[in-house]
């Protein structure tokens, strides 16, 4: 049975100042993540500048990452793409290299049909025996994948959770009638993962974590375990945080945030753009309020 536990962490990218990757910014941010709360860290996903990244790069990341987490958390590679023969490909190499689980987005920019999604992560699920975990995000890819071909994928046997990140509660909800009890669906939103959760989803794959895991983890498990008001009320506080760290296109206000805490970022990669002044002033406003920056 595999685990990715219930906090699980998209993890940034490190960039030195002149663009390259950060390695040693890298082994530091992984290890600080096990450390506050996360069971396991997606490398190379969105949050990771994956369209940015080289293929020889994103290897580099699923190994470095390994090699400082060991076994204290699951490295979920990100190795999914919009070209089905390259992400069978990549994936294969990440198998190689000892990650713990993939991570497969949903084709974006070519828009296949849901019959075209479904043989695109067979194919992919098939070039591996690790566990599969599907990403929904349509926002960005423009395509949505429906419940009923999440269903079919629950029926392969790696592919055993999915990231859901559509905002549709009851798109989630109609997911969760329909699969088996063993496939596990994520929260891809931070600030919608207490009423996932609570309709029953197992966790998040969170960028808020970089922050805040271990009240992240305070807040799933108090919710899991009863404690309703108790998760009511972390989630309130950090709601504003939540939304700060979507500002502007996802990594650029975490990164800007892991900057201002000095901790390993650097300056996203073209096309993304540092924050503005303005939002970057509204960003320190909200990490001051959750007790994140000093005054």
Known sequence: MFHFGRIITAMITPFRDDGAL????????????????SEGLVVGGTTGESPTLTHEEKLTLFRTVKEVVGDQAAVIAGTGSNNTAASE????????????????????????????????FLACARATSLPVMLY?????????????????????????????????????SEILRLVPPYFRVYSGDDSLTLPLVAI????????????????????????VAG??????AIHRRL???????FMAPNPVPIKAALALLGRPAGRPRPPLVALSESEEA???????EVGLLPQ
């Not at 349509?138 to 994928?153: A, C, M, S």
């Open 282 to 288: 509204t960003l320190r406003r909200v990490l001051h």
């Open 239 to 245: 709601f504003p945080l939540f939304k700060a760290l």
């Open 136 to 172: 929904n995000v349509p926002g960005r890819t423009g395509v949505n994948l429906l419940p009923e071909t999440v269903v079919r994928l629950a029926a392969v046997e790696n592919i055993v959770a999915l990231k859901e990140a559509s905002g549709n509660l009851d798109q989630a």
């Open 22 to 37: 950060d390695l040693e910014g890298v082994r530091l941010l992984a290890r600080q993540l096990v450390e506050s709360g």
């Open 200 to 223: 029953g989803a197992y966790g998040v794959v969170s960028v808020a974590s970089h922050l805040v895991g271990k009240e992240l983890q305070a807040m799933v498990n108090g919710l």
């Open 227 to 232: 404690r309703v008001a108790e998760a009511q």
């Open 89 to 120: 490909a990549l994936t294969a190499e990440a198998t190689a290299l000892g990650v713990d689980g993939v991570m497969l987005v949903t084709p974006y920019y070519n828009k296949p049909s849901q019959e075209g999604l479904y043989q695109h």
